[in-house]
């Protein structure tokens, strides 16, 4: 019997091909375009995952916070917390102190600039980062030790053992390599490609100083509630009274990548978790829309095969018969789709990975991957195919038999009807998120960050930051030609920044923690910044050292009517308010412009800015990089473009933005392919109708509209139906951006005409053909 049913299932698929293949292509897409969501969000959760005690390790994150300002959180703390915790803290196992470092590797003709991390030996008993090579226990305890990944080890030494071998970093100290792991995997928080030891013990760091990643691993009974109160009776005991603002508190390792956003000193459960949630349903929405177009066509085709299912009722088919035999033709055309999705899944693979800059890999024999795979096929066929089975089957013989119509076939017109609505809902849905998120990323891309980003360079001063051997360079470096202004500040501008209290007031004065960036006297004229009040740094001054220039969010902030003259303090020292800049963003536009100071301080330069001139970047490029080379000879110019570098901080919105506008897209076309296959039945089935009308002078336009109409109706309805959800979702995803775009009715409208146009595009090849067919040949049956 079984056998007979898929002989049946194949003859119904052959004979009405077009519907066949509009079922399996959509499944197809829709299978595949699920999957390959699936396969990222499976990604995403996975980070972090590799480890095998991720559930038991935790970052600290520092709060600071004062009663005039909302609490601040950072993920870097004072180095010494590593050793506190684990002699103070019960159920703290074991803890590591690091932080970021990069290097330039000499290794005979090959030298290059690489990113690692300086850490404690307890940095590969916390974390599984397998050594390939090498003695875990030993390494990282000598002084210039060196372990290095396998990409490492293939660039500067090919084939041949690197252990015992000998690299220069800097120009300046040789470490010996005395490891090498395996590579970093892509799905890692960490991401670095050597390690060093730390240059002196963590635990005689300054409290006061806060630069490290410390990160414990804890028993699993210590919860972070307990913790978090055991770090405040730490705190207590090493800092002083005046930092009393100052709180530490342990973040999970799994929610390092996913849940990183926090306001007040909490995690808001934002960041990069919501993207997840937000293409969870889109996979959803894009499957329930394949499914819908199944659903549609196969209650469609129903009326046409009421007569087959009546004489096989008459015959002796029972009903649970009639109903395995059409979910087992289901179950055929999702078998088919699911054939046809692996090898989209395949092809597309490679061109998503691009797209998301991820290295995802399906592991072809995992069972696990198979078993899911054809869990989602078997619920797909269920879902597509239970509710035509049950249409058909519960046909009366007697009904059909005599050509009379069937109250199932009623019904389930109203069931196409709603769901043509909930699929042009979604891909409406889709439509306005894809909308608002292109327009966010272009309002970022072109909003006036208070300084000129473009045609500034910024490079690390390392090696150059003695004051004297500063200004050298900085003479050298200015008098290459095309070199519009060069300066130096202690922040990369577009990223870390020192913060410090700044207190004024002398009777009850008022002390809250400040941006703070140091630099000299060229540093606003490099960056384009233009001061509103006051005068900028100048040489002219000897009493520039103890001034300080305030953005406007800063002056804001003081609450002073004549801001220029006054006093403020800086960690005790008094400095004299000489001018007030525009606010110019030193953050993304996540986040509100903080109040920030700026110093004359050139002792803190940690790097320098340099405007190039339009004409001729690259030749004036090289140029540099030949100063440069004789101030720090052997160490490459490793530059970064500030316009390109700020593009870089919105990579992760342009990426869900590509996603968006491609799911979107599938979503509509799978919807328009439902839509093509309800309009070319509707056509079938009022073939004489619409003959009938002809002969009585209905005209080509009335006829069009005739069967344009209903189907434009129904996506009208799903606009309708979309607006607000789209809106209000939409409307809290902007909330994430301290500067952010306008929902218009613009958008709704440019939606809704496009969503109606290609409504109407889909139909309109079902409706000219009905409108030009002869009603001779449709009305000769009568």
Request: hydrophobic share 45%; with cysteine; aromatic share 10%.
């Amino acid at each position: 019997m079984l056998r007979n049913y898929f002989k049946m299932a194949w003859r119904a698929l052959r004979k009405q091909r077009l519907y066949s293949i509009l079922n399996i292509s959509g499944l197809a897409i829709g299978l595949a375009t699920a999957m390959l969501l699936l396969l990222w969000i499976h990604h995403e959760y996975g980070y972090d995952r590799f480890h095998v005690n991720h559930e038991r390790i935790v970052k600290m994150m520092l709060n600071i916070s004062s009663d005039s300002q909302e609490t601040q959180t950072y993920g870097w703390v004072a180095a010494p917390v590593a050793d506190a915790m684990k002699r103070e803290i019960p159920g703290v196992i074991q803890t590591s102190c690091s932080w970021e470092q990069k290097a330039v590797f000499t290794r005979r003709e090959v030298t290059d600039e690489e990113t690692g991390m300086v850490v404690d030996p307890a940095f590969l008993e916390i974390f599984d980062f397998p050594l390939l090579k090498g003695d875990q226990k030993t390494a990282l305890r000598a002084p210039n030790s060196l372990i290095i990944t396998r990409k490492l080890a293939e660039k500067y030494f090919g084939a041949a053992d690197p252990i015992g071998q000998v690299v220069r970093l800097d120009q300046t100290t040789d470490s010996k390599i005395v490891g090498v792991l395996a590579d970093i995997p892509g799905n890692s928080s960490l991401q670095f490609d050597f390690l060093t030891p730390l240059p002196k013990d963590p635990a005689s760091e300054s409290w006061l100083e806060v630069k490290a990643n410390v990160f414990a691993m804890v028993e699993p009974k210590l919860t972070n509630i307990r913790l978090e109160q055991q770090l405040q009776t730490m705190t207590k005991r090493h800092l002083p009274d005046w930092l009393r603002g100052w709180s530490y508190f342990p973040h999970k390792l799994d929610d390092l990548y996913l849940q990183s956003n926090f306001k007040n000193g909490r995690n808001t459960s934002g960041g990069r978790i919501t993207y997840v949630h937000f293409f969870t349903w889109v996979a959803v929405f894009v499957l329930l829309i394949a499914v819908v177009n199944f659903v549609n066509l196969s209650t469609a085709r129903a009326t046409e095969r009421a007569r087959e299912v009546g004489v096989r009722k008459a015959v002796g088919a029972g009903k649970w018969m009639l109903i395995g035999q059409f979910l087992g033709e289901s179950m055929l055309l999702t078998g088919l789709a699911g054939i046809i999705a692996l090898g989209i899944i395949a092809g597309m693979l490679p061109v998503f990975n691009n797209l998301l800059q991820k290295h995802i890999v399906i592991d072809w024999l995992n069972p696990l991957y198979w078993a899911a795979y054809l869990a989602v096929l078997l619920v797909t066929g269920l879902l597509a195919g239970l509710y035509p089975a049950f249409v058909l089957s519960g046909f009366k013989p007697v009904l059909v038999l005599n050509g009379l119509k069937t109250n199932a076939a009623g019904g389930a017109a109203w069931l196409r009807k709603g769901l043509v609505i909930i699929q042009f809902t979604a891909a409406s849905m889709l439509l306005v998120g894809t909308g608002v998120v292109y327009q966010q990323i272009d309002f970022i891309r072109k909003k006036n960050l208070g300084y000129q980003q473009h045609n500034l360079i910024r490079f690390e001063a390392k090696g150059l930051t003695e004051p004297a051997a500063y200004q050298h360079a900085k003479t050298v470096l200015a008098n290459v030609p095309g070199i519009e202004a060069v300066s130096g500040a202690n922040a990369s501008i577009q990223g870390t920044f020192g913060r410090n209290y700044v207190e004024w007031g002398a009777e009850t004065p008022e002390r809250v923690m400040f941006t703070v960036i140091s630099g000299d006297h060229d540093l606003l004229s490099t960056l384009q910044t233009r001061i509103t009040q006051g005068r900028n740094f100048s040489t002219r001054f000897g009493r520039d050292s103890l001034a300080v220039i305030l953005n406007e969010a800063a002056a804001r902030r003081l609450k002073l009517k004549e801001p220029l003259g006054k006093q403020i303090r800086i960690n005790t020292k008094e400095y004299q308010i000489i001018g007030i800049t525009k606010d110019f963003h030193v953050a993304s536009a996540h986040q509100e412009i903080e109040p920030t100071v700026i110093l004359y301080n050139t002792p803190g330069i940690k790097f320098f800015f340099a405007r190039i001139s339009t004409q001729n970047q690259s030749i004036i490029l090289q140029k540099l990089n030949t100063a440069y080379q004789t101030l720090r000879p052997g160490i490459p110019l490793n530059f970064q473009f500030l316009d390109q570098e700020y593009n870089r901080v919105y990579q992760s919105e342009m990426q869900i933005g590509s996603l968006a506008k491609w799911f979107s897209v599938i979503a509509v076309l799978l919807s328009c392919m439902g839509l093509f296959g309800l309009a070319s039945f509707s056509v079938e089935r009022r073939t004489k109708e619409i003959a009938i009308r002809k002969v009585l002078g209905a005209s080509l336009a009335s006829v069009f509209s005739l069967i344009t109409r209903d189907f434009v109706g129904l996506v009208g309805i799903a606009l309708v139906v979309a607006a607000f959800p789209s809106w209000y979702i939409m409307n809290a995803w902007l909330g994430n951006f301290a500067y952010s775009v306008h929902i218009g009715a613009g958008l709704f409208v440019l939606v809704g005409a496009l969503t109606v146009g290609l409504a109407i595009l889909t139909v309109s090849w079902q409706s000219i053909r009905a409108a030009i067919m002869n009603p001779v040949d449709n009305l000769r049956a009568e």
